[in-house]
């Protein structure tokens, strides 16, 4: 049963006089009350505390990638050192360098991207169907994520594909 208590009056004074109602039509049952907004509190105090947590794994997880990315990046420049020098002398401009390490992980991001997508458009309509109140996802917010991740992977590698790039082409070809 839900009510709505008279602002002028007091809450004690409006729940003795609803207690004293609720008592004399019904006499079995105890007298239980509960306000609506501790009950939303108590309700959505989970889902706060799942959101806080969700935030804080996924800024890790982010750290985590970029420096895994990175870590990549590092290791595929080092293993073309002597294909970055010839390329050099050839010619080849910074923007190819960067543009020729970049495209190997954008190869490797983008359909990670597009794999992820459908799922967690299954994965969060699941989550919004138990709630009360229906919204939709937008397409534009996956299409703004995988925008995202592929800005931050593009300037996770630039540093080491251009690092790679502006370094001296005789010390590439003259390395073990």
């Known amino acids: 049963m839900a009510l709505k208590l008279n602002p002028n009056k007091s809450t004690e004074e409006a729940l003795a006089a609803v207690e004293e109602v609720f008592s004399k039509y019904l006499p079995a049952i105890p007298f239980d009350y509960r306000f609506v907004d501790q009950e939303h509190e108590r309700k959505f105090a989970a ?23 990175f870590g990549l990046a590092s290791f595929v420049a080092e293993q073309r050192t002597k294909e970055i020098g010839i ?9 190819t ?8 992980f954008v190869v490797l991001v983008l359909p990670s991207c597009l794999l992820a997508s459908p799922i967690s458009y299954y994965a969060l309509g699941n989550w919004l169907e138990h709630f009360e109140y229906q919204t939709n996802i937008p397409w534009w917010a996956f299409l703004a994520t995988c925008s995202g991740v592929l800005l931050l992977c593009l300037l996770t590698v630039s540093f080491q594909a251009i690092r790679s790039a502006i370094r001296n082409p005789l010390q590439s070809l003259m390395s073990d």
């Open 47 to 69: 889902e706060e505390r799942i959101a806080r947590l969700s935030g804080i794994f996924a800024v890790l997880a982010i750290l985590i990638s970029c420096l895994g990315l």
């Open 97 to 104: 360098i960067w543009k020729m390490i970049s495209i190997d």
């Open 87 to 95: 390329r050099k002398v050839l010619g080849a401009s910074i923007f």
